[in-house]
């Protein structure tokens, strides 16, 4: 038997976490535009495809009909209010998962950014804290 937050959680729920993570992940491909964009969403993707428990059931799957930003501000001005209220959202309706879904997104981030030897480069750094205090504001 799965437990899933689709009893909880509105198909519209659903989309808001899953724009929010897989926006994360594109945010952190166009940071990483100057090394490996391709690279980064791909390393990104498979963290949150590998995600477990309720939140994975609902990450497993790349949100649908969204129409993305061009431009990194245009990305970064849905993404990052996505995953506030997405955080928002799981404290209100299911706390147990809220933790779960930053570590997912943190993870997804980390792989994400973990591209190259030594430190990520300051545009990815950058990055990397905007989305982390999202996840905290």
């Not at 943190?106 to 591209?115: I, K, M, N, P, S």
């Amino acid at each position: 038997m799965s437990i899933t937050l689709t009893g909880t959680l509105t198909d519209q729920d659903q989309l808001t976490l899953r724009t929010a993570a897989w926006g994360a992940v594109s945010l952190m491909s166009a940071a990483s535009a100057a090394g490996s964009a391709h690279r980064a969403g791909t390393e990104g993707a498979i963290a949150l495809t590998s995600a477990t428990g309720p939140v994975g059931h609902v990450l497993a799957k790349a949100p649908k009909g969204v129409k993305w930003g061009r431009s990194v501000a245009e990305l970064a001005d849905q993404v990052l209010p996505a995953l506030t209220a997405s955080m928002a959202l799981l404290k209100r309706q299911a706390p147990n998962e809220a933790g779960n879904f930053r570590d997912t997104v943190t993870v997804a981030v980390e792989a994400a950014a973990r591209l190259h030897e030594g430190e990520p480069s300051p545009t990815v750094a950058a990055m990397a804290a905007k989305i982390a205090a999202a996840l905290d504001a």
